[in-house]
């Protein structure tokens, strides 16, 4: 008789896992704790345009803070983990839309302010298909909009203004940055050299070339900051570096191109950045800058715009009020950006996360030996 039958049997000894078994549960531990941290902490990134230069060039590799500003939780659950809009190396859809979730926002340390560097989803369709003929256009959910980094230069409720290329918020000149450039024109006495080029620090995308148009002058058109323009009038063989005047014609890109709005990217405004609670009496005028808003993304349905009146589900109104907060954001690099000048607002609900630090740098025109640039590495973004 088992006098010990109160007691547990001894387990059987575990057989040991498999190798195979040991690397799935590795790599399905990996994925979802990159998960995890790319939605909740940090999400890496890079630079593929110079539309910020010269504050963050093409090539810099960044890590974007989700916590500043809150994560934020996710519109699209179906979705295969780190991937965006595609399948990696394919042309594959990443993700299916059969179900939308509403956005909210989790608590974060701060809110978005006027100077910071932004990464947001950017609202527009013709921006998120880019390079695209008009019949392959593609409607993305927000959270897998094409990611954009810019410069917030104006926050909810203000009034922006460009003065000859002067921004003004508020009535009052926004401080440039020190990153900030624009095109000038450069006169020399014979052609620059690529190495005196490179001596300057600009790559091929910062000039273009025109013809030699007397036999002692060669014209450049340069994107230079103050400090470069300072550093190419010094330089023996340049005759003149001057700014051309601010554009004064009207462009037909320019967001609310209409007839009552005769604005480019060198004098626009003015304009109110909407502002959640913020009232608008609805005419031509204001549904020519926020009819798109209204009717693309504060969260209404059914909505028409037609001989200047605004009906919402059937109803003709007559006063606005929004229903979330707007940004205003602008490159760096100003007269080669498409930014808000060119497309508009930028949504509460589409904000990213804040530049943070850059971790990586590399240089496409670099040689094997110049091809890092290691003075960039863990640089904060300012």
């Not at 926002?105 to 932004?118: M, T, Y």
């Not at 010094?234 to 700014?243: F, H, K, Q, R, V």
């Not at 502002?275 to 031509?284: F, Y």
Request: proline share 6%; charged share 25%; hydrophobic share 35%.
């Amino acid at each position: 008789m088992n006098w010990k039958f109160w007691q547990k049997k001894k387990e059987e000894e575990k057989k040991p896992k498999s190798a195979l078994r040991e690397w799935w549960d590795a790599i399905l531990f990996a994925v979802v704790a990159a998960t995890l941290i790319r939605w909740l902490i940090m999400e890496a990134y890079t630079i593929p345009t110079p539309s910020m230069e010269n504050s963050l060039l093409v090539g810099d590799f960044l890590f974007v803070s989700k916590f500043h500003y809150g994560t934020r939780t996710p519109r699209t659950p179906l979705q295969i983990p780190l991937t965006h809009q595609k399948i990696w190396f394919t042309e594959i859809p990443s993700y299916l839309d059969w179900v939308q979730l509403p956005t909210y926002r989790l608590p974060g340390i701060s809110h978005v302010k006027r100077e910071d560097v932004v990464v947001f989803n950017v609202p527009g369709l013709a921006e998120n298909n880019y390079m695209l003929p008009r019949n392959e256009w593609k409607s993305y959910p927000v959270d897998l909009k094409t990611n954009y980094i810019k410069r917030c230069v104006g926050i909810p409720g203000d009034v922006l203004e460009i003065k000859n290329r002067q921004l003004l918020v508020n009535g009052n000149p926004l401080t440039p940055h020190a990153g900030i450039q624009f095109k000038y024109h450069v006169v020399s006495k014979d052609q620059i050299s690529p190495r005196n080029m490179e001596k300057l620090g600009l790559d091929p995308e910062d000039y273009t070339e025109y013809q030699r148009t007397s036999p002692d002058k060669v014209e450049y058109d340069m994107l230079l900051t103050e400090d470069k323009v300072k550093e190419v009038k010094a330089l023996p063989y340049i005759i003149s570096a001057e700014l051309p005047a601010a554009e004064q014609s009207a462009d037909m890109r320019i967001f609310a191109n209409s007839d009552k709005f005769h604005w480019n990217g060198d004098n626009y405004g003015p304009i109110t950045i909407p502002k959640e609670g913020m009232t608008i009496a609805i005419n031509d005028s204001t549904l020519a800058l926020y009819g798109m808003v209204i009717r693309d993304y504060d969260f209404n349905k059914d909505v028409t715009i037609e001989k200047g009146k605004l009906t919402i589900e059937g109803k003709e109104v007559t006063q606005y009020t929004f229903k979330q907060n707007y940004y205003f954001m602008m490159g760096d690099n100003r007269d080669n950006s498409l930014d808000s000048r060119y497309w508009g607002f930028v949504p509460e609900d589409h904000i990213v996360g804040k530049g943070f630090f850059i971790w990586l740098s590399l240089d496409k025109y670099g040689d094997f030996l110049h091809k890092i640039r290691w003075s960039r590495f863990f640089n904060l973004i300012r």
